[in-house]
């Protein structure tokens, strides 16, 4: 049985959703008020949204570049989540009713997305419980950046580790400098000279403004032994070999163009990857990564990022140039990040109200479970 004691679930709730692919977010997002609350699985949980954020991937999404693996309307847009567990599916063994939890949506399937709404339907393995040390708008902040930067980074940013981070000051950029910095390792960042600051208050050792300087110039010396691109492009994998080592790495988030995924996209795609790494064997090109974001090892991996978290190495990095927006107005969120200004992550209010739950003893009792 589902347990839905001691919480009373509506049957509709607000969200966005849209019904077609577009570009403009004012003309594809409505706002609505009577979406049926989801039904979860047994496997699933029933989140009230507190809040979410917005990711590129979600107006990606909107516009249709994701259409080969997602294309189920309506879509609620949206990945990460923060908020309060309401009602679990009777194979859930982790979470109980009123945990405050943060995580992020499966990439595929039905339940792709969904946290543009008061209540999402998401699977217990996408979540983890919130640090303690965050309210909610800063924890909807971390999940896809965090679990994005693990899956990538985890196995080669280690002590000692000499890293180059291109895009800094970007969302999943500026947690990477934090999650390097956590393991011990050197960080040399790429940003703008407004950002300069913000990339010295995260940690990072060696800042290259990228309006005045090369990276590929400044750090021409083969000494480092991580690239993680958060830009995208060719020419930062052909640069690349001028700042590697002989056996390092490059590892990129956004792959050599940005533009719609179709079946000719994925042969390239698997194509380059297998060339490139091929050539590394030789020692003619570094090893190349470009790995996909699984929101299903949230439960672990998310558990560990907490702890960073809980422990003051790593801290959200909200942009300072935006309001936290509201559900109403996701429409004007998905146009500022898509201006591409955004400093940090973009942060979407859903519930506003107060309440919350005291499941400490819970929460503790559960901890080695993860």
Known sequence: MIDTDPVDIPQVMKAVQFNRFGENPHEILEYREDVPVPVISKSEVLVKVKACSVNPVDWKI??????????????TPCFDVAGIVVQVGEKCKRLKVGMNVYGMAKALGNRCCGAAAEYMAISERCLAM??????YIDAASFPLVALTTY??????FLDSTKVLILGGSGGVGSFGIQYA?????????TCSERNVLLLQELGCDQIINYQTENWEEVLNNMEYDVIFDCVGGIDSWKKAPKVLKKNGY???IAGDV???????????????????????LVGDTPKYSYPTCDGSKGSTQLLEIRHLIEGGFIKAVLDRESNVFHL?????????????????????IVDETKEEFNNEEEIDDLEDLH
Do not use: W
Request: with cysteine; hydrophobic share 45%.
């Open 181 to 189: 910095k956590a393991r011990g390792c050197f960080v040399a960042a």
């Open 250 to 252: 490059y590892v990129t």
């Open 62 to 75: 909107m516009k249709g570049n994701l259409e080969i693996a997602i294309n189920k309307f309506p879509i």
């Open 151 to 156: 899956q990538c980074c985890a196995k080669v």
């Open 258 to 280: 940005q533009d719609k995924l179709t079946p000719a996209r994925l042969i390239d795609i698997a194509a380059n990857y297998v060339g490139r790494n091929i050539k590394s």
């Open 328 to 348: 109403h107005n996701l429409s004007d969120a998905f146009e500022y990040s898509m201006s591409g200004r955004v400093v940090g992550k973009v942060v979407v």
């Open 130 to 135: 919130m640090p303690r040390n965050l309210d």
